[in-house]
């Protein structure tokens, strides 16, 4: 078998395996970059999952859906965040064997530190870009995410 070009290979499955593989890079950066702090990356994402709307309530399995992961890695993570008391549980009215998680002021202090950590760790990483190729490219990113996330 002989191996294709990459110039043959389509656009879009370029873009994709692209996508990939920078999601490949940052997340190893961000491991090395979160290690040493008490925000391990699955804690991470879950705070940053939570911040976008800090006062709204979310159950383990609303969250391993809206993620697309497995409900029980889930609920460890959850376990470990309520131990540090980033997360705070409330009992759910609608069903007593589950809980409402919220996001709690420990844990959005956490989101912050990490988050900081974060860009200042990758801060070279646009050197030399404008601002509008920023914005134009974020433009293009989030009409990507936007379709994805309506495609799961």
């Given at each position: 078998?002989?191996?294709k070009?990459?110039?043959?290979?389509?656009l879009?499955?370029?873009?994709?395996?692209?996508?990939?593989?920078?999601?490949?890079?940052?997340?190893?950066?961000s491991?090395?970059?979160?290690?040493?702090?008490?925000?391990?990356?699955?804690?991470?994402?879950?705070?940053?999952h939570?911040?976008?709307?800090?006062d709204?309530?979310?159950?383990?399995?609303?969250?391993?859906?809206?993620?697309?992961?497995?409900?029980?890695?889930i609920?460890?993570?959850?376990?470990?965040?309520?131990?540090?008391?980033?997360?705070?549980?409330?009992?759910?009215?609608?069903?007593?064997?589950?809980?409402?998680?919220?996001?709690?002021?420990t844990?959005?202090?956490?989101?912050?530190?990490?988050?900081?950590?974060?860009?200042?760790?990758?801060?070279?990483t646009?050197?030399?870009?404008?601002?509008?190729?920023?914005?134009?490219?974020?433009e293009?990113?989030?009409?990507?995410?936007?379709?994805?996330d309506?495609?799961?």
């Amino acid at each position: 078998m002989t191996k294709k070009p990459v110039s043959d290979l389509s656009l879009d499955f370029r873009i994709i395996n692209w996508i990939g593989i920078i999601e490949q890079l940052t997340a190893e950066k961000s491991r090395q970059l979160l290690e040493g702090t008490d925000v391990p990356p699955p804690q991470f994402k879950l705070l940053n999952h939570f911040s976008h709307r800090p006062d709204e309530g979310k159950t383990v399995m609303q969250i391993a859906t809206a993620m697309q992961q497995p409900q029980p890695g889930i609920t460890k993570t959850v376990a470990k965040m309520v131990l540090k008391q980033y997360l705070r549980e409330q009992a759910n009215p609608d069903d007593g064997r589950s809980k409402i998680l919220f996001l709690s002021d420990t844990g959005k202090a956490a989101h912050l530190m990490a988050r900081t950590r974060l860009i200042a760790g990758m801060s070279q990483t646009f050197d030399g870009w404008d601002e509008a190729d920023k914005k134009q490219f974020f433009e293009h990113l989030d009409r990507l995410k936007i379709f994805l996330d309506a495609n799961r």
